[in-house]
């Protein structure tokens, strides 16, 4: 998993993003716009998934697009991010955008290093998952969740159902008290994706409220 990094090595906040190709030819315009969303000094550091729907899945499920079958590699993901996170002294923010972002939020049930979870239009779809969330507790204390207000309109039945199920996940966080916030951009799920998910790590750089 090739790691790289970005903005102020010191920086006691760290941000964590698994990333494509796509991701990183933009991540530059990314760290620019959270610099211009936040005055906080912020660490950023990527790493590069050798397969999207493995290493992000938290547990199989049939395609929903396309060929490609969903495995269940987010734990074993989750072990190599936790490897860079062991300074108790720093605040670990994960977040991501699409399937990354649902990681984001899945990784945050695993463990509590992380302090938020910054999910830019994750992939609520996903089969089991809002009921994983009822069932389970979340151990990071903020999150951020936005979607495209377009992302719903979609023949893809299955796919169709993400603003049921952002809505959802909302009300599960508000109901067990995590400090959340639900914010609806302009466009499709293929808009802007640097931005929605600067704008995600910034707003919990900046303390959600």
Known sequence: MKICEYGDPAAQAVLIQPVDEQDLSVIENEVNVIKQLSDRDFRLITFKVENWNRDLSPWKAPAVFGKRDFGDGAEDTLSEILKVCSD????????????AALFAL??????????AAAAASPSMWFPGFIEYM???VIRC???????GDKEERTKNRVMATVGDRIREAYDI??????????????????????V????????????IG
Do not use: C, M, P
């Not at 508000?174 to 499709?188: F, H, R």
């Open 88 to 99: 108790r002294d720093r605040e670990y923010i994960i977040g991501g955008y699409s399937l």
């Open 106 to 115: 899945w990784a945050s049930y695993q463990t509590d290093v992380f302090a």
């Open 134 to 136: 009822s069932e389970n």
């Open 141 to 147: 204390k903020a999150v951020y969740l936005s979607l």
């Open 173 to 194: 966080l508000q109901k067990a008290g995590i400090e959340s916030i639900l914010e609806w951009n302009a466009g499709n799920h293929f808009n802007e994706s640097d």
């Open 196 to 207: 929605r998910t600067a704008k995600a790590f910034a707003r919990v750089l900046n303390g």
